[in-house]
């Protein structure tokens, strides 16, 4: 976690991100600066084409990032690794599209722009990390200059606005962009999907903590185990070595002296221990962070050994054994010479308890078998013990199995309930009616909706200046795609109007229920008020989902008829079915001139 703090920061993140609706040029940018609560600001812009590394591979999709100067970056920087920045002449990769793909540092590509061909020479390797690696599913990224895209996509303007101010703080970020919206709209440019980014919190802390969370409490449990393993294998030996406590007794030697001697013993076995799990402790520590950052395209610094991680496994491993054992080895050392000679030994109380008793009067069994039965309960201290000690080892492996299972069964039902194999988003609207029935003309289709999409700000009251953000989802009322979780009320029906579903926690936040209104602002659309039907358990988009009727979205937000998002259901579920169903409809859609 602290190496990705540390990466994060100095990659010196943008407090607010806003992605427009439409294209700024330079001066636009430049008068954000001079707004209240504005202390630096840079332009960038994110376009999307297809590509291959040669002609034998299918087209991909890909992010083209444009920067204005790779050179001076001013915020969310990016890092080269080899190579150069991108120019006239050359476009730069992100690490992890070279790994994932295996494309070569200093290879080329084809980019399939406007139904052309282009060719590139990647000239540089850069680390970027706010990219979504195609490890988790992401597509691949590039980089441009400014010049080849303008030669390529006929801009050189800015798409997407990164912000900073002076002090960071949630409400003074909430400030700053209500500002710097309101301004936008002044000059007729939509702000569309937002993001306020804490500079001291890393955006995937929240997945590192729920991991750290889980290794935290499983290394309790293992401790835990541990100590009782301890304290039963004192207890054995104890067991095994009372006539011997006795003579050492009997020729003089103190309850201190023999105490001291197994305590010896104890931090023996402790430091052998720890000679064995320091050294192969780090060593898969190392490689567990290394696979995680890895993941999260996170740098990952050289083998360096944690002071206070050492110090703190030197301390546990040390005294914990010693607390662990200083009980069952002061029961032992405690009996008197004639306990110790005896033959009973430390057990020499059986037969006088009830349960003892019970036994006893048990006949007709075969003495193996009666032997059996009773042998355990001589020392009920020690079968205590063991129970305790079986049971937690079967706790924490149920536990395991049980979180496992859990995770994957959630994640399984959540894609389930998704209903979808593929899903296509266009760079223009498109009516609904022809573009569904050119997708369903399509070999390998099983169904297939069109939806509208909208980042919005979700209010409890009219007045409210700020509220939760929202992802607005227009889609059909009687889908046969998505068939979410209903955890409170119902989920959308034809004859609805102004009607919304909304996730759970996302209903909390805003502090309202099933039955209340919601006030949706849609920025340059509007606000409109809808009524709360159901809450439903959804995970995408951080939870922050609210879903209406489609006909009834689209007229809010003025285009009628119209969609962009294609959500499609294949009838076979494999990976290659799949990407060739998209290819055909990705083809379909591109001879008609829409991308």
Same mark, same amino acid.
């Given at each position: 976690?602290?190496?990705?703090?540390r990466?994060?920061?100095?990659?010196?993140?943008?407090?607010?991100?806003?992605?427009?609706?439409?294209?700024?040029?330079?001066?636009?940018?430049?008068?954000?600066?001079?707004l209240?609560?504005?202390?630096?600001?840079?332009?960038?812009?994110?376009?999307?084409?297809?590509?291959?590394?040669?002609?034998?591979?299918?087209?991909?999709?890909a992010?083209?990032v444009?920067?204005?100067?790779?050179s001076?970056q001013?915020?969310?920087?990016?890092?080269?690794?080899?190579?150069q920045?991108?120019?006239?002449?050359?476009?730069?990769?992100?690490?992890t599209?070279?790994?994932?793909?295996?494309?070569?540092?200093?290879?080329?590509?084809?980019?399939l722009?406007?139904?052309?061909?282009?060719?590139?020479?990647?000239?540089?390797?850069?680390?970027?990390?706010?990219?979504?690696?195609p490890?988790?599913?992401?597509?691949?990224t590039?980089?441009?200059?400014?010049?080849?895209?303008?030669?390529?996509?006929?801009?050189?303007?800015?798409?997407?606005?990164?912000?900073?101010?002076?002090?960071?703080?949630?409400?003074?970020?909430?400030?700053?962009?209500?500002?710097?919206?309101?301004?936008?709209d002044?000059?007729g440019?939509?702000?569309?999907?937002?993001i306020?980014?804490?500079?001291?919190r890393?955006?995937?802390?929240? =997945?590192?903590? %729920? *991991?750290? #969370?889980?290794?935290?409490?499983?290394?309790? @449990? $293992?401790?835990g /185990?541990g100590?009782? !393993?301890?304290?039963?294998?004192?207890?054995a030996?104890?067991?095994?070595?009372?006539?011997?406590?006795g003579?050492?007794?009997?020729?003089?030697?103190?309850?201190?002296?023999?105490?001291?001697?197994?305590?010896?013993?104890?931090?023996f076995?402790?430091?052998?221990? =720890?000679?064995? %799990? *320091?050294? #192969?402790?780090?060593?898969?520590?190392?490689? @567990? $962070?290394?696979m /995680?950052?890895?993941? !999260?395209n996170?740098?990952?610094?050289?083998?360096?050994?944690?002071?206070?991680?050492?110090?703190?496994?030197?301390?546990?491993?040390?005294?914990?054994p010693?607390?662990?054992?200083?009980w069952?080895v002061?029961?032992?050392?405690?009996?008197?010479?004639?306990e110790?000679?005896?033959?009973?030994?430390?057990?020499?109380g059986?037969?006088?308890?009830? @349960?003892?008793?019970? /036994?006893?009067?048990?006949?007709g069994?075969?003495?193996?078998?009666a032997?059996t039965?009773?042998?355990?309960?001589?020392?009920?201290?020690?079968?205590v013990?063991?129970?305790?000690?079986?049971?937690?080892?079967?706790?924490?492996?149920?536990?395991?199995?049980?979180?496992?299972?859990?995770?994957t069964?959630?994640?399984?039902s959540?894609?389930?309930?998704?209903?979808?194999?593929?899903?296509?988003? /266009?760079?223009?609207?498109?009516?609904?009616?022809?573009?569904?029935?050119?997708?369903?003309?399509?070999?390998?289709?099983?169904?297939?909706?069109?939806r509208?999409?909208?980042?919005?700000?979700a209010?409890?009251?009219?007045?409210?200046?700020v509220g939760e953000?929202?992802?607005?989802?227009?889609?059909?009322?009687?889908?046969q795609?998505?068939?979410?979780?209903?955890?409170?009320?119902r989920?959308?029906?034809?004859?609805?109007?102004h009607?919304i579903?909304?996730?759970?926690?996302?209903?909390g936040?805003?502090?309202?229920?099933v039955?209340?209104?919601?006030i949706?602002?849609?920025?340059?659309?509007?606000?409109?008020?809808?009524?709360?039907?159901g809450?439903?358990?959804?995970?995408?988009?951080?939870?922050a989902?609210?879903?209406?009727?489609?006909?009834?979205?689209?007229?809010?937000?003025?285009?009628?008829?119209?969609?962009?998002?294609?959500?499609?259901?294949t009838?076979?579920?494999?990976?290659?079915s799949?990407?060739?169903?998209?290819?055909r409809?990705?083809?379909?859609?591109?001879?008609?001139?829409?991308?």
């Amino acid at each position: 976690p602290s190496n990705m703090t540390r990466s994060f920061r100095e990659s010196d993140p943008a407090h607010l991100t806003i992605y427009l609706r439409s294209l700024i040029d330079d001066d636009v940018l430049k008068s954000l600066t001079r707004l209240p609560g504005v202390a630096g600001v840079e332009g960038a812009l994110d376009m999307s084409a297809r590509w291959r590394s040669d002609p034998n591979t299918p087209w991909r999709d890909a992010n083209i990032v444009i920067r204005d100067d790779y050179s001076a970056q001013k915020f969310d920087r990016l890092e080269l690794l080899s190579g150069q920045w991108p120019d006239r002449q050359a476009i730069a990769a992100e690490r992890t599209t070279l790994s994932s793909f295996q494309l070569p540092a200093d290879g080329t590509i084809t980019l399939l722009i406007d139904d052309r061909e282009h060719t590139f020479h990647i000239g540089g390797a850069v680390r970027d990390l706010r990219i979504y690696p195609p490890a988790f599913g992401g597509n691949a990224t590039f980089y441009m200059s400014r010049d080849m895209a303008e030669a390529l996509f006929g801009t050189r303007a800015f798409g997407q606005v990164k912000i900073q101010m002076p002090v960071f703080s949630q409400r003074a970020a909430e400030d700053t962009l209500q500002v710097v919206k309101n301004h936008l709209d002044k000059i007729g440019v939509g702000a569309g999907y937002t993001i306020i980014q804490d500079p001291n919190r890393h955006f995937n802390q929240d =997945l590192v903590d %729920a *991991v750290t #969370l889980i290794l935290a409490v499983l290394a309790v @449990l $293992s401790l835990g /185990l541990g100590l009782f !393993l301890v304290i039963n294998t004192i207890n054995a030996i104890i067991a095994q070595q009372t006539t011997q406590i006795g003579m050492m007794k009997a020729v003089g030697a103190t309850t201190g002296q023999v105490l001291r001697l197994y305590m010896s013993g104890v931090i023996f076995y402790s430091l052998l221990a =720890l000679f064995i %799990a *320091v050294p #192969l402790g780090a060593l898969a520590t190392y490689s @567990l $962070s290394d696979m /995680l950052l890895e993941l !999260l395209n996170v740098p990952v610094e050289g083998f360096r050994v944690s002071s206070p991680a050492l110090t703190q496994q030197i301390g546990v491993g040390l005294l914990a054994p010693l607390l662990a054992g200083l009980w069952p080895v002061l029961a032992g050392v405690r009996i008197t010479v004639r306990e110790a000679i005896s033959s009973y030994g430390i057990g020499t109380g059986y037969g006088r308890g009830i @349960l003892d008793r019970f /036994l006893g009067h048990i006949r007709g069994l075969p003495r193996p078998m009666a032997l059996t039965l009773r042998n355990p309960f001589r020392r009920k201290g020690r079968a205590v013990l063991t129970q305790i000690t079986l049971i937690a080892a079967g706790v924490v492996f149920m536990m395991v199995y049980s979180v496992n299972v859990s995770f994957t069964d959630t994640i399984k039902s959540i894609f389930t309930s998704l209903g979808l194999d593929t899903f296509i988003g /266009l760079n223009q609207t498109v009516r609904i009616e022809e573009a569904e029935a050119l997708i369903k003309a399509q070999p390998g289709i099983a169904q297939v909706e069109l939806r509208g999409f909208r980042t919005s700000t979700a209010l409890r009251n009219a007045d409210d200046r700020v509220g939760e953000r929202i992802y607005v989802n227009g889609l059909p009322p009687d889908t046969q795609l998505f068939q979410p979780a209903i955890i409170e009320g119902r989920w959308l029906l034809p004859e609805d109007g102004h009607a919304i579903v909304l996730n759970q926690k996302l209903l909390g936040k805003l502090g309202l229920k099933v039955g209340d209104q919601v006030i949706i602002d849609m920025d340059t659309a509007g606000k409109s008020t809808w009524t709360i039907v159901g809450a439903i358990f959804d995970l995408s988009n951080n939870q922050a989902n609210g879903y209406v009727p489609r006909d009834v979205f689209l007229r809010e937000v003025g285009q009628v008829g119209r969609a962009g998002l294609v959500y499609i259901q294949t009838i076979k579920h494999d990976a290659a079915s799949q990407a060739d169903v998209m290819n055909r409809v990705r083809a379909a859609f591109e001879s008609r001139g829409i991308s």
